[in-house]
C-alpha cells in the first residue's frame, strides 16, 4: 500500500459525495457539509461545473477534496489541475488507476470482486471502494477480504447508520456517503452527519 494513504483522512471515517443537478445545489450541499464538520468531500464528474467546484473548495486547507467517478485520463488530469487530493471510480479502469498515481494522487477504485480487487491492486490502486455496498452486504466483503488481508476499505453505496458497525466488524475504515447526507437539503445535514460520525466512532469502540 502506499504511504499515500495517510494523506487522505479517514479519522472520521465519513467521505461525503456530492452528486447534484447544478453547481449551486452541490455549493450549498458542500458549504453545509463542511460546517457540520466534514473534512473529506468528493465531487462527481457527473455535476456541473465539477472542476471549478474542486477549484474552489480546494483552497480550504483544512479540507480533502477529490474527484468521483473518474472514468478517463482526462478527467484524472483536470481533477489535479483543480487541486484533487483524490481520484474515485465507481470500476476498475487501468488508465484512470495509472493516470492518478502519476499525477501523485491517492486513487480509489470501486471494486466488487476478488479479480476486480486483484486487478486494482496491479494497477496500483491505494484504497478500494467496495461498491455496490448494501446490494452485495457485509458478509460477501468479509469473504473477497480473506485472500487480501491488511487493505484499506472504504465501502459505498446505499450505507445506512445501522448498518455501520456490521461493515467496520467486516474491516471497512471508510464510508462513501452521499444522498443519505444531502437529500433533506442543507438544514438536515448537521444532524445526518452527527449521525454518522457517531455510529462510525460508536462502532471502532472511540
Known amino acids: ?37 466534514v473534512d473529506v468531500i468528493e465531487f462527481t464528474t457527473t455535476t456541473p461545473a465539477v472542476f471549478d467546484l474542486i477549484e474552489e473548495f480546494a483552497s480550504n486547507k483544512d479540507l480533502h477534496v477529490g474527484l468521483g467517478t473518474a472514468m478517463s485520463r482526462a478527467h484524472v488530469l483536470s481533477g489535479k489541475d483543480a487541486g484533487a487530493k483524490f481520484v474515485i471510480s465507481p470500476h476498475v479502469s487501468q488508465e484512470v488507476i495509472e493516470a ?35 446490494a452485495l452486504g457485509p458478509n460477501y466483503l468479509k469473504a473477497v477480504c480473506e485472500p487480501f488481508p491488511g487493505l484499506n476499505w472504504m465501502a459505498t453505496g446505499g450505507i445506512s447508520v445501522e448498518s455501520i458497525p456490521d461493515w467496520v466488524a467486516a474491516g471497512v475504515t471508510g464510508f462513501g456517503v452521499g444522498g443519505k447526507l444531502t437529500s433533506g437539503g442543507a438544514g438536515e445535514i448537521p444532524s445526518r452527519v452527527a449521525e454518522f460520525k457517531k455510529a462510525i466512532a460508536d462502532a471502532r469502540g472511540k
Do not use: C, H, W, Y
Open 1 to 37: 500500500m502506499s504511504s499515500n494513504n495517510k494523506e487522505l483522512s479517514f479519522d472520521s471515517g465519513l467521505v461525503a459525495i456530492i452528486r447534484t443537478k447544478t453547481a449551486d445545489e452541490a455549493r450549498t450541499a458542500a458549504t453545509a457539509l463542511i460546517a457540520a464538520g
Open 100 to 134: 492518478t498515481k502519476q499525477a501523485g494522487l491517492i486513487s480509489i477504485p470501486g471494486v466488487a470482486s476478488p479479480t476486480e480487487v486483484a486487478d486494482a491492486l496491479r494497477f496500483g490502486a491505494d484504497i478500494l471502494k467496495f461498491f455496490p455496498a448494501s
